[in-house]
Nanobody, 117 residues
Framework: QVQLVESGGGLVQPGGSLRLFCAAS????????MDWYRQAPGQERELVAR???????NYADSVKGRFTISRDNTKNTAYLQMSGLKPEDTAVYYC???????????WGQGTQVTVSS
């Protein structure tokens, strides 16, 4: 079993930046892909960004050009760099990983991001 723990969330003004961290208790090389999701109050959880083990990335249209997902297998950590933040980015952000050899899924507990002046 691997635990995923997110951190780095907080309150930021519109236009600001945050970097989210997803630290795993074990190797993240098992995960292909790794993702960041978010869920705003009263809304469904949505996929924000995805990165494969080979480094290929995909983004939701709403965050393209503003968010960057990355991973460092040597540190067992995934990241979400967020810039140009907007109030509509306010949500709980979750790290997610899918094990490539059995499709088991792992979720973190989430970290709150609030964009407000």
């Amino acid at each position: 079993q691997v635990q995923l723990v997110e951190s780095g969330g907080g309150l930021v003004q519109p236009g600001g930046s945050l970097r989210l961290f997803c630290a795993a208790s074990g190797s993240i090389s098992r995960f292909n892909p790794m993702d960041w999701y978010r869920q705003a109050p009263g809304q469904e959880r949505e996929l924000v960004a995805r990165i494969t083990s080979g480094g290929s990335t995909n983004y939701a249209d709403s965050v393209k050009g503003r968010f960057t997902i990355s991973r460092d297998n040597t540190k067992n950590t995934a990241y979400l760099q967020m810039s140009g933040l907007k109030p509509e980015d306010t949500a709980v952000y979750y790290c997610h990983g899918t094990v490539w050899y059995n499709s088991d899924e792992y979720w973190g507990q989430g970290t709150q991001v609030t964009v407000s002046s």
